[in-house]
């Protein structure tokens, strides 16, 4: 089944379409817009698609944007066992959703959880990547560097630790995990959204693939080889700018890193028109 919906953003209002990929029997919902090339983005915690809402309304006139639901989360399905949210799978999803448009390959963009399989999606299938996009996490060997030698990420780790003790997705809330949102409306949305979402799917990211202690310094050997874009907002408490630092030493393609001040961790809503821009920018440069 497929919906029409309206986002206005800005001054201006594109149609977005939302339907279902399979992967290997579990339904990936998706919302997409505009025609030509394919752009898939992948949100992160606590989040859905919605939050690339004003990214979409921006690229929709030259690109087909898809922005899909995490599985576990909103209209996604929420299989049960920690097993099903291993990064192999969580690959695969990104996998599907490509050919379930028909295409081989596609610009792939990542913010948070988004990001991190964004990164193993360029390591293990970098024939379906034309170009990476990659919002507020840094490179898995950057993170792994800090983690381990750096006490401030360690202590900023803290909310991962608990994260993965087996009881955590109890202590959850669809209002708590809003919190973050700022514009009253879209704050509806999220807590709609976030009720018909799993909160022990969405802990299992944390305990199947988050790095547990003792942190230990490792690199993936896989190199990245499409062209990277960043953007990371320098006020995020959780990632810290640090694990950026040396990042083009682990990819063979150019790498682009746009920093922004002020901006916190969810740097796609809180400097909305400069990621927008910027991202259009190199996309078309």
């Known amino acids: 089944m497929r919906l029409a919906l309206f986002v206005s953003v800005a001054m201006s209002a594109a149609e977005f379409q939302d339907g279902y990929a399979n992967s290997n029997g579990v339904k990936i919902h998706y919302v997409t817009a505009g025609k030509g090339p394919l752009v898939v ?39 049960g066992g920690e097993e099903n949210y291993d990064m192999r799978l969580l690959v695969g999803d990104v996998a599907a959703v490509i050919r379930h448009f028909g295409k081989e390959k596609a610009i792939v963009a990542g913010h948070d959880w988004g990001g991190a399989i964004a990164w193993q999606f360029a390591f293990h299938m970098p024939r379906m990547v034309e170009k990476l996009i990659i919002l507020n996490l840094p490179h898995p060997n950057g993170l792994s560097r800090e983690l ?49 979402s799993d909160f022990n799917a969405m802990m299992s990211y944390y305990r199947r693939n988050y790095p547990r202690e003792p942190y230990e310094k490792r690199e993936a050997p896989q190199r990245v080889q499409a062209p990277v874009l960043m953007i990371h907002g320098l006020a995020d408490t959780a990632l810290l700018d640090g694990a950026l630092n040396d990042t083009w030493k682990w990819l063979d393609g150019d790498l682009t890193l746009v920093t922004v001040p002020g901006a916190g961790h969810f740097v796609q809503q809180d400097a909305a028109e400069l990621v927008s821009r910027t991202i259009k920018a190199w996309l078309n440069r």
Do not use: C
């Open 41 to 79: 983005m992948i949100h992160g915690f606590p989040d859905f698609w919605y939050t690339w809402r004003h990214q979409m309304e921006a690229l929709a006139p030259q690109y087909q944007v898809v922005a899909m639901d995490l599985r576990g989360y909103n209209l996604s399905d929420k299989p």
């Open 148 to 196: 381990a030698g750096n006490a401030k990420q360690q202590a900023n780790s803290a909310y991962a630790r608990r994260f993965q003790k087996p009881d955590s997705h109890k202590e959850l809330t669809a209002e708590g995990l809003a919190f973050w949102v700022k514009d009253a409306a879209a704050k509806a949305k999220y807590v709609e959204a976030f009720q018909r």
